[in-house]
């Protein structure tokens, strides 16, 4: 096992709980002396390699879920404000992220922070390319390049071979991560994580 | 909010989470007060009214929950042994529970705990008859009034209505928790039901 290794953290801007694990994942990997290589992803393709449906695709599921983003959200200590519309297209802003990249990984964390805060405590619809130009300037990202960026068929092709690289890696969901090979599902396996990168894998397994 | 309202816990006998869950519910509800009423349902027919399926039978979840099932079982500092069949029907063993439970709960509980603990950690088939009556006597339960009970069509008839309860209450998973009205899913819930029970609603929920 590689201590230095990097937990690989999977989110799509369109996803609630990737938004409150988005706030937490650098502290629990610094606490670990490790760093955090930000993955973004489509839900949708992941879903579909799957043959998975969003829980907002199922009716009893929805309430719950609409209840639960809020509840997890406050329960981690973060402003939360459902969007209403839900879920929406990401790969624009996707691509914007692995444009930068390219640059600079830790302005495309800023910008992956920027996206999902944007999204999940005022609405901005990032789907609207209007709206994510004015967030892209927000940023201090030049607009129009982003834009330019999120029309250039080299970050389309980015962005699938990302996907198609997550799905191979068995990724279904997110937030996602990737600890030392070992698969992490969801926001709400922190715990699990932590004692994992404090104390290595559990006794027995 | 009357406080002492109980916990109402739904589980699974073929629910690894449920498991895990059984095995910490009376404690959480005891530092807050509180009883636990336990409902054993079917997952089958809560996925059913719900439209959705269990993620064993999706090719990509299925070798995650298997790895996810041990890891959150060692997690909670529990032994578990991931059974060679899985899932199994456990319509006899939910009758059963809903006999005893008319009886004295208490018995209901305790059955509830054998039949978890049998099935998760020695591979126990709760689904044949043969294993079940053996679990039974084992249990210092009447295996011959047990089986009687599971063909009786009063426990069915029980069991029917519980399970379409639960469903009229948005159950749709287990474990699934009902405190004071608001739902929780997941034997990964235990912390924000800790805090509720602790603080009440989050603030501004």
Chains 1, 2 share one sequence.
Not at 46 to 75: C, G, H, N, W
Not at 105 to 129: I, S
Not at 149 to 170: C, F, H, M, T, Y
Request: proline content about 7%; some cysteine.
């Amino acid at each position: 096992m590689n201590l230095r290794a990097p937990i690989h953290f999977y989110f799509d801007f369109s996803s609630p709980y990737s938004y409150i694990a988005s706030e937490w994942v650098e502290a629990v990997a610094a606490r670990h002396g490790r760093r955090v290589q930000w993955h973004a992803v489509l839900l949708g393709a992941t879903f579909q390699a799957a043959e998975l449906k969003p829980p907002m695709s199922y009716p009893i599921k929805r309430d719950y879920v609409l209840r639960d983003f809020e509840r997890s959200a406050r329960f981690a200590g973060l402003p939360y404000k459902q969007p209403e519309c839900f879920p929406i297209a990401t790969q624009n802003a996707a691509r914007v992220f692995w444009w930068l990249d390219a640059q600079d990984p830790a302005r495309a964390v800023a910008w992956a922070h920027a996206g999902l805060r944007a999204y999940f405590t005022r609405g901005v619809q990032l789907d609207d390319p209007v709206q994510l130009k004015a967030l892209a300037t927000e940023s201090g990202i030049d607009a129009e390049a982003a834009e330019a960026a999120w029309q250039d068929p080299q970050w389309k092709e980015r962005l699938k071979a990302v996907n198609e690289q997550a799905i191979a890696s068995g990724v279904f969901g997110a937030p996602f991560f990737i600890v030392d090979g070992e698969p992490f599902w969801g926001n709400d396996r922190q715990a699990q994580i932590e004692q994992w990168l404090s104390a290595g894998p559990f006794k027995g397994l």
